[in-house]
Each structure stands twice: as C-alpha cells, then as structure tokens.
C-alpha cells in the first residue's frame, strides 16, 4: 500500500522559486505512473508533470519554468518550481497510479505574491 506525503509548499514572491516534495511510503519506481496536480480556488484540478519510466510531460502552462524529477534512494518525488507566477497559486497534490489503485496525498498550498 502507498501512503503520499507532500512538503514543501509556502508562500513566495513572483519570480521566486520553490521545490516541492512527495514521500512515498512505499516503492513507486517500477512502471508507475506518477505526476503532480493543482487546483486553485473555483477552478478544476489541472495536470502539472508526469513521470512515467524516464518519460516526463508538462503542462503548457509550467513548460521551462517547472522540473519533475525523483530519487529512487528516498523514494521521492520532487517538482522543482522556478519563476513563479501569481497564476501558479494552488493546492498541489502528489499523484501515483500503482496496482491498479490511484493514491494522492493531501495536497500542499503553494501561493505567489504580485
């Protein structure tokens, strides 16, 4: 079974970067999908970034501005969030689809000061 935990979150100034973080509890390194979400106040939880094998893919919208990356050592996800924009404040969920089952984390509030 596979329990998320996102870190990492907080508030920055546009232009500004942050990294965020997502422990796995178990491995999640073997040909699972897995990738970040967000969702801002009254609008619908969009894609970010996908990891899938060495595939990654980005949302039009973070393209050259965020990095997913992760370490099989921690078994950890990160994106990496650089120039940041006030347009990039939400909720940003942890997502791994394994076994069948699709788990996602609790979220971490990530907000961009104008």
């Known amino acids: 079974q596979v329990q998320l935990v996102e870190s990492g979150g907080g508030l920055v100034q546009a232009g500004g970067s942050l990294r965020l973080s997502c422990a796995a509890s178990?491995?999640?390194?073997?040909?699972?999908?897995m990738g970040w979400y967000r969702q801002a106040p009254g609008k619908q939880r969009e894609l970010v970034a996908t990891f899938s094998g060495s595939r990654t893919n980005y949302a039009d919208s973070v393209k050259g501005r965020f990095t997913i990356s992760r370490d099989n050592a921690k078994n950890t996800m990160y994106l990496q969030m650089n120039s940041l924009k006030p347009e990039d404040t939400a909720v940003y969920y942890c997502?791994?689809?394994?076994?069948?089952?699709?788990?996602w984390g609790q979220g971490t509030q990530v907000t961009v000061s104008s």
């Open positions: 178990g491995s999640i390194f073997s040909g699972n999908f």
């Open positions: 997502n791994v689809i394994k076994g069948g089952y699709n788990y």
